[in-house]
């Protein structure tokens, strides 16, 4: 029996695509854009109409880290983040900002 072909869950649409110095497709960017959505998107999700959020991706280590800046948000907020950024294979910060 032939397997099903996978089937995409999402479709985004980019202005333009990004690419290397040579014209390739940009992967990294491409991932990392991805990345950001998936974290807005767990922000959204434990303070939703909560303050601004700001996402920082950092690629220069063995492993990838992400930055999660928010303003205006409780404790109890950033400990849910915390929790469920903590089963991504990336590494995690929360901080909260002053405003």
Excluded at 50 to 58: H, L, N, S, T, W
Excluded at 78 to 93: M, N, P, Q
Aim: overall charge neutral; aromatic content about 2%; some cysteine.
């Amino acid at each position: 029996m032939q397997e099903r072909a996978a089937v995409p869950t999402e479709l985004v649409l980019v202005d333009e695509m990004p690419l290397t110095p040579v014209g390739k497709v940009s992967k990294p960017a491409l991932r990392d854009d991805a990345l950001e959505r998936e974290v807005r998107t767990l922000v959204a999700g434990v303070s939703p109409g909560g303050g601004p959020c700001e996402v920082r991706i950092d690629n220069s280590g063995p492993r990838r880290r992400v930055v999660v800046l928010l303003s205006g948000v409780s404790e109890q907020v950033v400990d849910s983040l915390k929790s469920r950024l903590g089963g991504y294979e990336f590494a995690a910060t929360v901080r909260v900002r002053d405003c």
